[in-house]
């Protein structure tokens, strides 16, 4: 069988370009029989340079490969717990656990110049598929194992390659999501350098859309919802007293993180984050190879260092939050601090079902199921008592088995439960403190005037905001992508599955209890 020389530290480094990689993951177990991965594939493999006589003979190969690794790998659903993946390993362990690869020379050629030891730790997510993916590199030809690392690295790179490679990829895509048409080349470029270069765009970004009076107005938001959070920890009647006296040191410590970190608008400290990025104005693709070689590496250097508290793990133009365990933080980015979500000239009402909501869903997200494992200095260690452990089990198990029931039209699927429940704990808690904050600010500055021409009360035209803030539109094929891959619930649900289970939002739209938004038994966890 045919082979090309292939370069093993690349082949690693990409795969952190995991987007295209995992839609061919996707392709492959949605649409085994379907032409469009096999056209994709025979593209790539052409362009690389295979004949045409062996091609078919490759492919076929490397596909029935792909099949085993995706044997091999747990669902989603099944890695949700951290104290079941979180496997602490030296790599002297690992090495005995899977002797199939040279982990030292490999970690080593990766890592340089920082030092990598055998006793240096790591973690390995699943020592299940590790030892399953050695035995069955093993008994595999190397052939097939290279041809298949080869089809990953150009997959991975695809869409910095030539046209025809980006076509096929295109077509692929279009396949598994059921977009009718590839993206302007402009919004790909956009793109590529906003990933590539996130902090020098999100300076250009900042400039331009973000001001500081903005970050003191999310500030007060931030404190409104803490409070709120608080009050329903204090009085939600289920948790211990000693669990719910931790929880609220928790949430005191939970730092918040607002629009950027100051050090991008610094250009001399900016230019040190990629002054060992080479780029080749005349070679894109060579420039991305440097680029993905200079990320990997530093990730890799931050073995050897204490962990950075402070570190952005996302630039300021992505439009989005998060909440990250393991430093007990929150940040809402600044492309997420505009309209619809937030205003200063915006009714309460508005800025609470948007910021506020986002605002206190990344803060439940330090109690869910995921989060509550970290303490207050986002180490993994125990803190709940377990009496509150159970009846937390409990709650969470009403909330698994409530969006378990639905079912996404057009798609005959219904959504994983178990799959979404820390997403779906998060929504629950946060529509309910995001409310309440409004509602106690309101009652401390006056009821504002109604928005003109609506004739609904504030309280409703914040359920209607809230509502509208979700509204999506999505092809039936990228919902079944949705509900297989995604760990939140389709947008629909997180409107529908929220409100129907908060009485404010029937009081303030007079709901029969036994209705579908009213029903008599509710689910509820924070
Ligand atoms: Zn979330």
Excluded at 178 to 207: H, P, Y
Excluded at 258 to 274: A, H, N, S, V, W
Excluded at 341 to 349: H, M, P, R, T, V
Excluded at 441 to 462: A, C, I, R, W, Y
Aim: with cysteine; net charge negative; proline share 3%.
């Amino acid at each position: 069988m045919t082979t090309i020389p292939l370069s093993i530290d690349l082949w690693l480094i990409n795969q952190r370009w995991s987007y295209p990689t995992e839609v061919c993951t996707c392709a492959t177990k949605l649409i085994r029989s379907s032409l469009a991965i096999w056209q994709f594939m025979r593209t790539l493999l052409g362009e690389l340079g295979l004949e045409e006589s062996t091609l078919t003979d490759v492919m076929s190969s490397v596909f029935q490969f792909e099949v085993k690794i995706a044997e091999i790998v747990a669902p989603n659903s099944e890695r949700q717990n951290i104290l079941q993946i979180y496997n602490k390993v030296t790599v002297s362990e690992l090495q005995a656990m899977s002797p199939q690869f040279d982990w030292l020379s490999i970690l080593r050629s990766l890592a340089s110049p920082h030092a990598i030891d055998a006793n240096d730790e790591l973690l390995v997510y699943s020592i299940e598929y590790i030892k399953s993916l050695s035995t069955l590199i093993e008994n595999s030809d190397p052939k097939v194992v290279h041809n298949f690392m080869l089809w990953h690295l150009a997959a991975s790179f695809v869409q910095v390659t030539n046209s025809r490679m980006k076509e096929a990829y295109v077509k692929l895509y279009n396949t598994v999501t059921g977009a009718r048409t590839g993206q302007e080349q402009w919004k790909d470029c956009a793109n590529i350098v906003s990933n590539k270069f996130s902090m020098a765009v999100g300076a250009l970004f900042v400039r331009e859309a973000f001001g500081p009076e903005g970050k003191r107005e999310v500030s007060e938001i931030v404190a409104h919802i803490k409070t709120a959070f608080k009050e329903s920890i204090r009085y939600n009647g289920w948790m211990s007293e000693e669990t719910r006296q931790v929880a609220i040191e928790k949430a005191n410590a939970m730092d918040g993180k607002i629009g950027y970190p100051d050090y991008i608008l610094d250009p001399e400290e900016l230019d040190k984050e990629f002054e060992e990025v080479e780029v080749d104005q005349s070679n894109f693709l060579q420039s991305m190879v440097n680029q993905a070689r200079f990320s990997l590496r530093k990730s890799i250097g931050k073995l050897s260092k204490p962990h950075d508290k402070d570190e952005w793990r996302a630039p300021p133009q992505i439009m989005n939050a998060l909440y990250r365990p393991s430093t007990n933080s929150m940040v809402m980015l600044a492309a997420i601090l505009q309209r619809p979500i937030f205003d200063s000239e915006n009714l309460k009402a508005l800025n609470y079902a948007g910021i506020g909501f986002v605002v206190a869903h990344e803060l439940t997200h330090g109690f869910d199921t995921h989060g509550r494992l970290y303490n207050q200095d986002g180490n993994i260690a125990p803190w709940w008592s377990e009496e509150s452990t159970r009846k937390f089990e409990e709650r969470t198990r009403c909330v698994v088995d409530q969006y378990s029931e639905y079912e996404v039209e057009g798609t005959g699927m219904k959504i994983n439960g178990n799959m979404t429940k820390a997403e779906n704990i998060a929504d629950l808690g946060a529509i309910k403190h995001a409310f309440n904050a409004y509602r106690t600010q309101v009652m401390e500055s006056g009821e504002e005037e109604e928005l003109p021409g609506l004739e609904k009360t504030n309280d409703q035209t914040f359920f209607l905001a809230y509502a509208q803030n979700w509204c999506t539109n999505r092809r039936t094929e990228s919902s079944k992508l949705q509900l297989i891959t995604d760990s939140h619930s389709p947008a629909a649900y997180r409107v529908i599955g929220t409100l129907s289970q908060f009485d404010e939002f029937s009081r303030a739209f007079s709901c029969n209890v036994g209705s579908n938004m009213n029903p008599e038994q509710k689910c509820s966890v924070f």
